[in-house]
């Protein structure tokens, strides 16, 4: 990986931790980041880095548990990639959180 501020460092690590048929908030990987109020923050990282670092972006969505993009904006893109992974994902872009949340078993420290 590239050098990277802790941070932004942490937030790809763990980004690329998430598995298939996994979902994670922004909030959740800020907070297993180091920085629970950091969720914009991981916004950024995904913007500027996704195509770089190859991260599963898609796996990434807002704390009401629904896709954050708007459509025709990376929308539809992000609810295809989810679904062919298994996530369940309504027309409105919700996910069942009980059942994909992904809850981490690491402690970050790089």
Known sequence: MREYAPF????VHIIRSIPRGKVATYGL???????PLAARQVVRVLHALSRKERLPWHRVINSRGSI?????????RQRTLLRSEGVAVTATGSVDMRRHLWVPRIKVSL
Not at 29 to 35: I, K, Q, T
Not at 68 to 76: I, Q
């Open 8 to 11: 932004t460092a942490r937030a």
């Open 29 to 35: 990987v800020a907070a297993v980041a180091g920085s």
């Open 68 to 76: 954050s993009l708007p459509r025709g904006a990376g929308f539809e």
